[in-house]
């Protein structure tokens, strides 16, 4: 069964960091993109960032640039999202998703369907 399930969320005051994690099971994230959404209660689903599956070029939501940073070990089958100098704005259910072979343009990827969905990490940043 191919699953992902994420993990790190919590709550943390502004300034704060946290590192959530997506681990993979039934499938290896070598030659996959990787990228991480987020979602607040009645607004759009809004893609963060994302990590590529040839060279592990990265790309980010202009709202996270410099803060956020995307990695995965694919030895140990994961990725992760190390979200530095938090705000309250980015309180949100994060969820980690994967594409096979990769996208066209990582530029827009939120764009893109995913095959492979987690079911989400709490972040709360309280002021």
């Known amino acids: 069964e191919v699953q992902l399930v994420e993990s790190g969320g919590g709550l943390v005051q502004a300034g704060g960091s946290l590192r959530l994690s997506c681990a993979a099971s039934?499938?290896?994230?070598?030659?996959?993109?990787v990228a991480w959404f987020r979602q607040v209660p009645g607004k759009e689903r809004e893609g963060v960032a994302c990590i590529s599956s040839s060279d592990d070029s990265t790309y980010y939501a202009d709202s996270v640039k410099d803060r956020f940073t995307i990695s995965r070990h694919n030895a140990k089958n994961m990725v992760y999202l190390q979200m530095n100098s938090l705000k309250p704005e980015d309180t949100a259910v994060y969820y980690c998703a994967a594409r096979s072979g990769g996208l066209s343009d990582y530029y827009i990827f939120p764009l893109f369907d995913f095959d492979s969905w987690g079911h989400g990490t709490q972040v709360t940043v309280s002021s």
């Open positions: 039934g499938f290896t994230f070598d030659g996959y993109a």
